[in-house]
């Protein structure tokens, strides 16, 4: 851990969600799109800890790789929120 809210790859930095740190594999996804990173860094820490649980609330290795993908996919697109789900429920 570096600052408070902040976790170092190699020489990347990546802001964690309001409860959730940042996965491995999602921080990988963000760190190989910097379009992607840079939505990332300019949602709210509200925002980035949704995409985070929606992403590790997966229960199969392959919905979980494909919820990543989209993550990053959306997030190039400009969403600030993954659609269609009801939330993070450890905030």
Do not use: F, Y
């Amino acid at each position: 851990m570096t600052k408070k809210g902040m976790v170092r790859l190699a020489h990347h930095k990546i802001s964690d969600g309001a409860v959730h740190g940042v996965p491995a594999d999602l921080r990988k996804a963000l760190v190989s799109a910097p379009a992607a990173r840079a939505v990332w860094e300019d949602i709210t820490p509200l925002a980035r800890n949704e995409w985070i649980c929606w992403v590790i609330s997966a229960k199969k290795a392959q919905t979980r790789r494909r919820r990543i993908e989209r993550t990053r996919t959306e997030l190039m697109e400009g969403m600030r929120r993954p659609c269609c789900w009801a939330g993070c429920i450890h905030r």
